[in-house]
């Protein structure tokens, strides 16, 4: 098969040029308009984000139970997707290839474990795995923060739920698989800040860092996930928001978006390199 060479942060990744891409035209046109957008005042990844805003919010996007394909919706987007996008588009803006192809490669790169689809399974469903398989793929990295603590992953949500997933419905067999892959994901260990301590940790999270929102929901990892915003000294939340049906600033500080929130535990912080 006629494969295309990547090289992303001095690491070698391999694609099939012929892998099946879903999209529309009009995800084409804002791609188009993002590039035109980014040669008129910087291209940080705050602006990057920023450029979304009042995308609506609409999740489930890459949900299906056909075959699994790279599924492109710039015109909708949810917590996981909107994080996605704006990391694309950002590693997109640092290569000599600003196309709509090359886009697509990136986004394969970051959304699949090792980059490689192979399937619905071998999407990065959970997102502490997604944090560790980038970090793992030198695309990111977690930066030093003194009041971070050890996290453990305990995810079974996706095995004990099959049903609610329309691929895992389809293929029961499936399930099986998932409980395996999440007990590997088990085994990870992050750093965590716990929520109580966010406020003290501002001064080493940088705009433009993902924050993924810790949780205490039986079976799942992270609740929500967004980019970290600076706004007159403190700390904000730019996010796709399921409250607000919309790309968003959070109307208050990212510690008491937290506080007000009992299931959120804490934020894991994560830097695109």
Same mark, same amino acid.
């Given at each position: 098969m006629k494969r295309l060479v990547i090289i992303l942060a001095g690491v070698f990744f391999m694609f099939p040029t012929d892998a099946q891409v879903r999209y529309l035209p009009e995800d084409t046109l804002i791609f188009t308009r993002f590039l035109g957008y980014s040669q008129q005042g910087g291209q940080d990844i705050v602006r990057t984000a920023r450029f979304f805003m009042d995308t609506p919010y609409v999740g489930g996007t890459l949900?299906? +139970?056909?075959?699994?394909q790279l599924r492109i919706n710039l015109r909708e987007l +949810?917590?996981?997707? =909107?994080?996605?996008?704006?990391? $694309? %588009?950002?590693?997109?803006?640092?290569?000599?290839?600003?196309? =709509? $192809?090359? =886009?697509?490669? &990136?986004?394969?790169? *970051?959304? !699949?474990?090792?980059? /490689? /689809?192979?399937? !619905? %399974?071998? #999407?990065?469903? !959970?997102?502490?795995?997604?944090?560790?398989n980038n970090c793992q793929k030198q695309i990111a990295s977690q930066p030093a923060i003194p009041d971070c603590q050890s996290f453990a992953p305990e995810v079974s949500f996706m095995s004990t739920h099959c049903d609610a997933y329309p691929a895992l419905k389809a293929h029961p067999d499936?399930?099986?698989?998932?409980? $395996? /892959?999440?007990?590997? &994901?088990?085994?990870? #260990?992050?750093?965590? *800040?716990?929520?109580? #301590?966010?406020? +003290?940790?501002? $001064?080493? &999270?940088?705009?433009?860092? *993902? /924050?993924? &929102?810790?949780?205490?929901?039986?079976?799942l990892d992270i609740a929500h996930t967004g980019f970290a915003l600076v706004q007159n000294g403190r700390m904000y939340l730019l996010h796709a928001s399921s409250e607000a049906r919309k790309v968003m600033i959070s109307?208050?500080?990212?510690? +008491? !978006?937290?506080?007000?929130?009992?299931?959120?535990?804490?934020i894991i912080v994560v830097r695109i390199k």
């Open positions: 949900e299906g +139970d056909n075959k699994e +949810d917590c996981v997707t =909107f994080v996605e996008n704006v990391a $694309a %588009l950002h590693l997109l803006l640092q290569s000599d290839h600003r196309t =709509f $192809a090359n =886009f697509c490669r &990136i986004l394969q790169l *970051i959304r !699949y474990r090792g980059g /490689i /689809i192979d399937g !619905y %399974l071998s #999407r990065l469903h !959970y997102t502490s795995e997604w944090l560790a499936w399930c099986k698989t998932m409980s $395996a /892959i999440e007990t590997n &994901i088990n085994e990870l #260990r992050l750093c965590y *800040i716990p929520k109580e #301590r966010v406020k +003290d940790s501002e $001064a080493n &999270i940088r705009n433009g860092d *993902i /924050i993924a &929102i810790t949780t205490h929901m039986k079976g109307d208050e500080t990212l510690h +008491d !978006y937290l506080a007000r929130r009992k299931s959120h535990s804490g």
